[in-house]
């Protein structure tokens, strides 16, 4: 039965695609943030990459500014996550098929950022989180071009 027609539908359809676009939105904030995130590490961990001094010269004392960019970051991927959890309407089956990658990462997040507070290998842990922020970005990139440019896998859903 279709029911595109009827009132009904058609607020429900306004409504998937209101979700869709406050998904994009978030998906375009979380690169935003991990834009902010990769120009802290380079800013403040340069020793890492076998640098002497910082690339960009930003006052120490803004560090601890950047050490909330991950926090924000977990906030919007589990909003986004909700969101997402919503468009494919609350149906886990297929949430986690097409959305694992974005639950084990948001996971990760408060999993990994107390080690850094307890001091364990502060090199690995900035490594680590790098790597995962990095292949998070890829994955944000490569959404934020299939909704602009090649059009949106879950439309039929």
Excluded: C
Aim: proline fraction near 3%.
């Amino acid at each position: 039965m279709d029911n595109s027609n009827s009132p009904m539908g058609s607020t429900h359809q306004n409504q998937h695609a209101k979700l869709k676009k406050l998904s994009k939105f978030a998906d375009t904030s979380v690169l935003f943030l991990l834009v902010i995130f990769f120009l802290g590490f380079l800013v403040f961990d340069y020793e890492i990459f076998g640098l002497h001094e910082q690339i960009i010269a930003i006052p120490h004392e803004m560090e601890v500014y950047f050490e909330f960019v991950p926090w924000i970051i977990f906030i919007v991927l589990v909003f986004d996550l909700f969101l997402k959890y919503l468009i494919v309407e609350k149906n886990l089956k297929i949430f986690f098929q097409h959305y694992w990658l974005d639950v084990v990462i948001a996971a990760l997040i408060p999993i990994l950022l107390p080690l850094k507070f307890m001091k364990m290998t502060v090199k690995s842990f900035k490594i680590i989180k790098t790597g995962k922020f990095g292949y998070k970005a890829n994955q944000k990139i490569g959404k934020i071009r299939e909704h602009f440019f090649t059009g949106d896998k879950t439309k039929d859903r």
